[in-house]
């Protein structure tokens, strides 16, 4: 590997890591050298060439050791340049004012796109044409008419984990890219005022967990604030992968539910303030063998649990059928939805 990547391994440029820190697409970054190089030899075969890390323009800006900051309200993003060797070189440490904390590693391009879209400024404050002299409400009856109700899906090959890193960066999420709808790219005006309308009349479907957890921190606050329909798989590649590693064998439902990214995923659904309609899916079989103690004992579910103010939920199979009248279907529902009342109008 070293021959290939070009370089030798200096353990020293592979510290071990004070807070946990986890790759664009969420996977842990692991303490050990061998597999940090692993990672970055498969990063190095996927992008072609090391020489492409070195050539994108002024991707190399930050000096070793230097920090630069994003900042927007509560919320805070340190990118600090740990070193110059090899292609993940940028940890990346995200605050956010509801109080998430996310360490990443990013590599050298993916940093770059980050602190490339936070230099973007959303001007809205130019009113074009008689248009906006409009009252408000008739002009978002208009942009209603124009955007048709969808579904947003993140699929393996949209290249998700590069919007990720750009999204890390947007913190008001004013850029993410929704849709290809031409009401969006008229002007910023109009983009400031129907984005929150696109949101709402967008149904998010993600078979992952890691998958939400991504698109609702690179949506930022606009996104989070307006989401109002999301379907989720409960489930996590990248908690699964690592309970596989620490357990080749393991016990009665070890790796049916996930734990790693509950955590976050719970505080950002939490920021969803519209959110009227939830699916959730599981495996069946795990389900319906699970005892009541077994997944009421469950801290992932418990933490689910606590989320507040959403109307309807519903509990499908992963083959998109409904598990009704079994005792966790009544537990979970029962106890979600009897937070709705009062807690959103």
Not at 16 to 26: A, C, M, P, T
Not at 137 to 159: C, F, H, N, V
Not at 221 to 229: A, T, V
Not at 293 to 298: G, N, Q
């Amino acid at each position: 590997m070293e021959g290939k990547l070009g370089y030798k391994i200096d353990p020293l440029n592979y510290p071990h890591e004070v807070v946990e820190r986890f790759y664009s697409d969420l996977r842990p970054v692991s303490n050990s050298v061998y597999e940090r190089t692993k990672t970055e030899f498969e990063e190095y075969e996927r992008q072609g060439s090391l020489k492409e890390h070195k050539t994108v323009p002024g991707q190399d800006h930050l000096k070793c050791g230097a920090c630069q900051t994003i900042v927007n309200g509560q919320h805070r993003v340190q990118f600090k340049q740990r070193t110059h060797v090899g292609l993940y070189t940028v940890t990346v440490d995200i605050h956010y004012g509801f109080g998430l904390e996310l360490g990443l590693l990013f590599t050298k391009k993916e940093a770059f796109s980050a602190m490339a879209i936070a230099k973007l400024q959303p001007d809205t404050n130019h009113h074009l044409g008689p248009f906006f002299k409009l009252p408000k409400e008739l002009r978002e009856k208009i942009y209603t008419l124009a955007l048709p109700k969808g579904e947003w899906t993140i699929s393996d090959d949209d290249g998700s984990e590069l919007n990720f890193a750009r999204g890390v960066g947007d913190l008001s999420g004013f850029y993410f890219p929704l849709s290809n709808l031409t009401v969006l790219k008229l002007n910023r005006q109009i983009r400031q005022e129907a984005l929150p309308l696109a949101y709402r009349r967008t149904v998010f479907h993600f078979d992952d967990m890691d998958d939400l957890v991504s698109l609702l921190i690179a949506v930022g606050d606009i996104g989070r604030n307006n989401i109002e329909s999301i379907e989720l798989a409960w489930r996590s590649r990248s908690d699964s992968e690592r309970q596989w590693s620490e357990a080749p064998t393991p016990s009665e439902h070890l790796l049916t539910l996930p734990t790693l990214h509950v955590g976050k995923c719970v505080q950002l659904l939490k920021q969803c303030k519209r959110l009227r309609f939830l699916r959730l899916y599981f495996e069946r079989d795990h389900i319906l063998d699970m005892s009541p103690d077994a997944f009421k004992a469950d801290p992932g579910l418990s933490e689910l649990c606590s989320i507040q103010g959403i109307k309807r939920v519903e509990i499908w199979d992963l083959g998109d059928e409904p598990i009704e009248h079994c005792d966790f279907t009544r537990w979970l529902k029962g106890l979600m939805e009897a937070h709705s009342k009062g807690c959103r109008k």
